[in-house]
């Protein structure tokens, strides 16, 4: 009975250790069988990882312009207030609001009865002096004659002298009054001084006016040419006087509103200042438009640029290419499907363009747009930038 059990038991231990034995290769098998399939899935992901879309744009060599931007503002060369010298009504305008004037153009109409009057009197006024100094030109001679033969004394010759220097220096006071009668009468007719744009007009027709008061009757504004006056960071002043001891200096003005394509006034740099505004560490610029075609208007900001030198052979990239990291700006260029990371140096922005100092070559290609969704090495496929098709 005792063997029987003694036999029982190595049975059922030897069941148990052949169970063990094939449940550790069964699991060793398992184990294979999920890397070969982990390998298997990891080299399909590697084979079938689809490239990038980007947009890219070459790098291109070429003439640059070196130059300073600042936002500047648009200022009348000349600005007239038109205002009266003598009382009146007026009784002609002779333009409208807002309407461009010549020199010389009628403006304004005062009443001139009253000073053609005065004029007419002063003139009367002469022709009595004239006579009287006649008169008293022919007693001089007179008694001048009776002096001569010892007629009368010459106490009594110089009283008749006087008279003549008397009467002549009235027609001179009087002459004088014609004169001043006739230029009040001519102020009565107020002209346009230069020539440019009128503003509103602020005391029409029918109403009194009286000398020099205020407000004025109307602004004119001379608008060719005009002026752009902006500030640059007083680190360009050498620069500036530089060039400009040179030869003149181009400068390019972009009104609001404009895009890169738009119009651009180009005028040339007349002042620099004499002073750096100590408190904001710029100088001051103004520059001399033609402004024939009224592009620029007072008042209104401009983009300026002043143009200092060309650079030649320069590698120039589209700015949106550029990008910042850790490690200073960098750009990806594409050779052979691939984006790759290119570490480059700066030399200045000029808008939509970048000049690069080093780190690319004319002909290379580098990403404009995609570049969020790479890393260095990953492939790309081009697509056609849809703005430009």
């Known amino acids: 009975m005792q063997f029987r059990s003694h036999g029982l038991v190595a049975a059922l231990l030897a069941a148990v250790a052949l169970t063990a034995c094939d449940k550790g290769a069964a699991d060793k098998a398992g184990n294979a069988e999920n890397k070969v399939a982990s390998a298997e899935k990891g080299d399909k992901k590697g084979k079938g990882s689809p490239a990038i879309p980007v947009i890219v744009a070459s790098v291109s060599e070429q003439s640059m312009p070196l130059k300073i931007q600042a936002i500047g503002n648009v200022e009348v060369q000349t600005t007239v207030s038109i205002k009266s010298r003598l009382d009146g009504q007026i009784v002609k305008v002779g333009f409208g609001d807002g309407q461009d004037v010549a020199k010389g153009q009628l403006l304004f109409e005062i009443d001139a009865r009253p000073l053609q009057a005065q004029l007419e009197q002063a003139r009367a006024t002469l022709a009595r002096d004239k006579a009287q100094l006649d008169r008293a030109r022919q007693q001089e001679e007179r008694y001048k004659d009776l002096l001569q033969k010892g007629f009368v004394s010459q106490d009594a010759y110089a009283q008749f002298r006087t008279n003549v220097d008397t009467a002549a220096a009235t027609v001179r006071a009087t ?92 005028g040339t740099l007349a002042f620099v200042d004499n002073t750096v505004d100590a408190t904001t560490g710029t100088v001051r610029l103004r520059a001399t438009f033609p402004n024939k075609d009224k592009s620029l208007w007072p008042g209104q900001f401009v983009t300026a640029a002043v143009t200092l030198n060309e650079t030649q052979n320069a590698i120039v990239v589209p700015s949106q290419a550029v990008q910042t990291g850790p490690k200073g700006q960098y750009v990806y260029v594409v050779k052979d499907g691939v984006a790759l990371m290119r570490e480059i140096t700066v030399e200045r922005v000029d808008g939509a363009q970048t000049v690069v100092a080093k780190g690319l070559a004319g002909g290379e290609q580098v990403v404009t747009s995609g570049q969020s969704r790479l890393v260095p090495g990953m492939k790309v496929s081009i697509k056609t930038d849809a703005r430009k098709s």
């Not at 004088?176 to 001519?186: G, H, K, P, S």
């Not at 020099?212 to 006087?241: C, H, K, M």
């Open 175 to 266: 002459e004088a009054a014609i004169e001043n009668a006739r230029i009040q009468a001519e102020y009565a007719v107020i002209r346009s001084p230069i020539e440019g744009r009128a503003g509103k007009i602020l005391i029409q027709q029918g109403n009194l006016v009286k000398a020099n008061d205020t407000p004025s009757l109307v602004v004119i504004n001379q608008l060719a040419p005009i002026y752009v006056s902006f500030a640059v960071p007083e680190q360009y002043l050498g620069l500036i006087r530089k060039y400009m001891a040179a030869g003149k200096l181009a400068v390019d003005a972009l009104p609001p509103g404009a895009t890169d394509g738009g119009t651009v006034a180009t």
